[in-house]
């Protein structure tokens, strides 16, 4: 078992698995970022409706950066024991729904949503 700076354990197999779906969160999100690099520099600049489109490439690929950002501060936080703690009041953020909610930073209690 590892214990993190907030004194919850995890065992080395939870760790691994938490990980793992990190890693995987980054994959996917690096292709659907090229994906849409991709798109958008394929739309014409001078229609409307293309205009909208690369609008909307524009957000996705913006959404698809951050989650990889956010991906990525979550396994360093893995790394130095902080990962999984609530950002709001420090409680420990159950291993199922990390398990669940990958890049949760608060517990339910603090963001019920």
Known sequence: METTDRGRTMTEAQLRELSDLLQEIIVTHRR???????SFRTLPLHDRSSAR?????RRAAMT???VCEAASRALDALADGSYGSCDRCGCAIAFEELRARPL???CRECDPA
């Open 64 to 66: 698809s950066f951050r």
């Open 104 to 106: 949760a930073r608060r």
């Open 53 to 57: 489109r690369r609008q909307l490439a």
């Open 32 to 38: 659907r970022l090229r994906r849409q690099q991709e």
